[in-house]
Structure formats: C-alpha cells, structure tokens
C-alpha cells in the first residue's frame, strides 16, 4: 500500500483501537471516504439565490444585470440529504471574473478577478439533514471589467458558491452568472469628424459629425456631402463595425448595425442630414482597450456607396463609444 511507513503505523494503531486488523482497518477508511464522496457528489445540494427585486433588469439569457452603484447580493445555502454527518472545514462564496479567446480546442481561460468571502462551519461536520445559510454581498464599485460576450471572446462574471471536504474529500461548486454593465467617464476631449473620400474625376464626398466619440444611447448627427459624381448610384449607407482582436487571435470586422443615407443618384452638391439612433442597436458596447492585455474591441464607422453594378466604394474612420451613468445617478 502507498504511503510507507506512517500510514502503516496509523493503521495499525486504528486496528488496536477499534480491536481488527490493519487490513480491515485501512478497508473501513477507504469505504468510508468513498462513502462521503458518493454523498457530497449526490446528496448535498448547493444553491445560490440572488436578491435581484422586481425592478431588476435582465438580459436575453435571464441573467440579472448590475451597474456602478449596485450591490451583487444574496444567499448561498448548503443543504445535506444524507443520514450521516458530513466533514466540512471551508465554505466560501466567490465572485469571479473570466476572459476566454477563442473557441473549440484552442480556447484559452483566465480568471482576472476575484473576490472571496469565507465562512467556517461552526463545527467541523454538516450535520445530517441540516441547512446552513450564507449571505453575501460584493460591490460592483470594485469591479472594472464589463461583461463582454461574441463568438470569439467572452468576459463573464460567476458567483460561486464551494463547499471543501476535509483533505483527500471532493470538493463540490456551483455558480451562477451575472451580467455587470460599469458606466464610464465621458472622454474629455472628441473633436469633430470631418474627411473626403471618394474615386479621381468619378465621385467625391464628404461626412461631418458633430463628435468622435458618443455614448452607446446617443444620437450620431452630421451630414454626407457629394460634392461630385459621374457614377450610377444605387444607394448610400452609414455601417458601424466592430474590430475585435485577441489574444493569438487575428482582428475580425464585425457589422453592428447599418443606416440607409440615400437610394438613388445624387446630384452633385447634394447634402444628406445623418441621424443615427444608437440606443436601437442591441449589440452595440464601449469601446474597450486591452483589456488584461488579452483582448480589445474598436469600432469604425464606414461610408459605403453601391452602384447599379453593385460595386461597393467605402472608407471608415475610428469612433468611440462609452457608457454613459444612469440618469438618476
């Protein structure tokens, strides 16, 4: 048997105790820790609660969200169904943040954050058929990465509720996830957007906007100019893509959401007012910046002009994006 020399003794001194053999003895310990770990795999329930109320919002995947000034909060309950007690030496409840990139056999994880309550049992066993409560409560002040999820890379946040056997016995977690949304300071300084784009002696235009930089429920204003055209237009559009790039992970071009600015040919000198309502774009985040220095997301805003032929002319320019405070902040 492994263990040499000390495990021998222990069990010999097991077997003059309890009056049986060393054999016998090492059996019994062994039946029961296979005993415990059967039970806290099947017969110990885990379940967290959160405290979301009823103006809680929530996103497509029923997940709660949370803002600046929240509190993630609630209860962790540790239930046991057995007939006997339990080892316990730790319970904590964690709040935990995850990058993964990329995806199938080459996705990498991280964990980039973490915060740790622990509670020690009164006693040293879970008594059969008992309950113990946890509440717990984390700030999401602390925090400073958003929940950010496409096909590539995801950011999510997980509390996770873990109950530790003592040495040598399964430990057993469960966790939910929760959506965070952290409002941003406004960039102090976004001049305008002003460029001309277009094909020698065949078409020339120009796009104004009023900033380069909005909140993620602002309005885009400005204007598409053409100041010439020798071209048959179909149409014109205003496209807002986002370039996401990772770690090991080459930049990929995303369309977010596109505005018709014309259909038909213009004349020349032909101004087109531009409106754009971000808030009706659901995919649409803040601009992030190495974040963790695994993964960043930038956003361009494209010209795209088709012709009969379905020739498509475009240029982009970088624009960014924040998240303003709640309006009652």
């Known amino acids: 048997?492994?263990?040499?020399?000390?495990?021998?003794?222990?069990?010999?001194?097991l077997a003059s105790a309890r009056g049986v053999s060393a054999?016998?003895?090492?059996?019994?310990?062994?039946?029961?820790?296979?005993?415990?770990?059967?039970?806290?795999?099947?017969?110990?329930?885990?379940?967290?609660s959160l405290d979301e109320g009823s103006f809680r919002s929530r996103d497509p995947k029923n997940r709660a969200i949370y803002t600046t000034g929240d509190q993630i909060t609630g209860c962790a309950v540790v239930r046991s169904r057995v007939t006997f007690p339990l080892p316990c030496t730790l319970l904590t409840v964690k709040l935990?943040?995850?990058?993964?990139?990329?995806?199938?056999?080459?996705?990498?994880?991280?964990?980039?954050?973490?915060?740790t309550l622990s509670?020690?049992?009164?006693?040293?066993?879970?008594?059969?058929?008992?309950?113990?409560?946890?509440?717990?409560?984390?700030?999401?002040?602390?925090l400073v990465h958003d929940t950010y999820e496409s096909t590539r890379v995801r950011c999510v946040y997980r509390v996770v509720l873990s109950f530790h056997g003592y040495s040598g016995l399964s430990s057993r977690s469960t966790g939910v996830e929760v959506v965070v949304?952290?409002?941003?300071?406004?960039?102090?300084?976004?001049?305008?957007?002003?460029?001309?784009?277009?094909?020698?002696?065949i078409l020339n235009l120009e796009l104004q906007l009023d900033r380069r930089a909005y909140s993620i429920e602002d309005v885009i204003v400005g204007s598409l100019t053409f100041l010439d055209n020798h071209i048959a237009i179909r149409r014109a559009d205003i496209e807002i893509r986002r370039q996401e790039s990772g770690f090991s992970l080459p930049m990929q071009s995303v369309l977010v959401g596109s505005f018709q600015v014309l259909a038909g040919s213009p004349k020349p000198a032909c101004k087109l007012p531009i409106r754009i309502f971000l808030r009706q774009f659901d995919?649409?985040?803040?601009?992030y910046e190495d974040v963790c220095g695994l993964f960043s997301v930038h956003y361009m805003l494209r010209v795209v002009v088709t012709d009969i032929g379905d020739r498509r002319f475009w240029k982009e320019q970088p624009i960014a994006f924040w998240r303003a405070p709640p309006c009652n902040a």
């Open 96 to 115: 935990v943040a995850l990058v993964s990139v990329g995806y199938g056999i080459s996705q990498r994880d991280w964990e980039v954050f973490s915060r």
């Open 23 to 48: 054999l016998e003895a090492a059996t019994m310990s062994l039946f029961r820790h296979l005993r415990y770990r059967w039970a806290l795999q099947n017969r110990v329930d885990l379940q967290i």
């Open 283 to 287: 995919d649409l985040t803040p601009t």
């Open 181 to 201: 949304r952290l409002s941003q300071r406004a960039p102090r300084f976004f001049p305008a957007i002003h460029f001309n784009a277009g094909l020698e002696d």
């Open 119 to 142: 509670f020690k049992p009164e006693s040293v066993k879970l008594e059969p058929h008992a309950a113990v409560s946890l509440p717990f409560a984390f700030r999401c002040a602390e």
């Open 1 to 13: 048997m492994r263990g040499g020399t000390a495990d021998t003794s222990a069990y010999a001194t």
